[in-house]
């Protein structure tokens, strides 16, 4: 199997490589004077299986991908398997309004079109992996997050809303610590409103975890609430760090003691890797692998 890396995903495509011992494909990857991306596979894949490792976010990557898809299909690859570490669009699952695009949808399907085979991590809701019409897997990072936060101590697992409360379940196991959840509502896109309510967390090293940190709100708000509570320290650990609209900032303000988040999205926050998860789930689908 050949591994081509797109541009929004190369730390996760060269830490698969090492996991798989799996060659890394050249590519030429450019944008001409309008912007327009480029991309040209200099290896030969003819009959080959072809991983193609790129996040769909933001738009522009998107595109990346399905450029990567058209080169890799039309040098003649086997098997293509696609391996988006973070799925953009993916929030938008359904209608929510009449009139309304169904987001993950539209995209699934159109990455679908020239894959055999998708991987994702940690998507918002599980049954968008559906929405793919070809088969497609997700695997998660929880267990990597946890292993990270042990190591730091962390004694008391937050979720900042019921949809995160199974992931902080999850983690809470795994480092053997208390957990709970909080109530959140959100206003509109930027605005949040946590429901105050009595957590066991005084003088405890506690972390929030999400699936993602987007405009720093909803960690900002829980940060808050448990400083007010009398823990010692506040970190906030996500899987996917968009970090959108001064978050960092926003969570500084509020005292936060550590961001904590994958490399779905490279960022200065990317401490530890999606590529372990990832490998597993490969391994699980496609025994023949390993070598
Ligand atoms: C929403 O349900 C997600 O799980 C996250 O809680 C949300 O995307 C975080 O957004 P923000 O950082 O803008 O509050």
Redesign the pocket.
């Known amino acids: 199997m050949y591994i081509l890396g797109g541009t929004s995903a190369k730390n996760v495509a060269e830490n698969l490589a090492k996991r798989l011992r799996q060659p890394l494909l050249h590519a030429i990857y450019k944008r001409f004077p309008d912007d327009e991306f480029y991309v040209r596979v200099l290896d030969n894949i003819a009959g080959e299986d072809v991983l193609i490792v790129q996040t769909a976010y933001p738009d522009q990557k998107i595109v990346e991908l399905l450029l990567m898809q058209d080169a890799v299909h039309g040098a003649g690859a086997k098997k293509i398997t696609i391996v988006l570490p973070y799925f953009g669009y993916s929030?938008q699952d359904k209608k929510f309004e009449d009139g309304e695009a169904i987001s993950a949808q539209t995209i699934a399907q159109h990455i679908s079109l020239r894959a055999d085979c998708v991987i994702t991590v940690d998507p918002?809701k599980e049954h968008i992996v559906k929405f793919f019409t070809v088969p497609a897997y997700s695997c998660s990072a929880v267990s990597t997050i946890a292993r990270y936060l042990k190591e730091k101590h962390v004694d008391f697992i937050l979720a900042?809303?019921e949809?995160?409360r199974e992931r902080a379940k999850q983690a809470a196991a795994l480092i053997d610590c208390e957990y709970d959840y909080l109530e959140?509502t959100?206003i509109d896109?930027?605005t949040?409103k946590i429901t105050p309510k009595q957590l066991d967390a005084r003088g405890k090293h506690v972390a929030i975890i999400?699936?993602?940190?987007?405009?720093?709100?909803?960690?900002?708000?829980s940060i808050k609430e448990l400083k007010k509570q009398g823990a010692k320290s506040v970190s906030v650990a996500?899987t996917h760090g968009?970090f959108?609209?001064g978050?960092k900032e926003k969570l500084l303000a509020a005292d936060c003691d550590e961001i904590i988040s994958t490399d779905t999205i490279e960022t200065e926050f990317s401490k530890v890797s999606v590529a372990e998860c990832i490998a597993e789930t490969l391994l699980k689908t496609a025994p023949h692998i390993k070598n």
């Open positions: 929030r918002h900042p809303d949809g995160a959140k959100r896109g930027t949040v999400d699936d993602i940190i987007s405009t720093g709100s909803t960690m900002s708000n996500c968009l959108i609209g978050a």
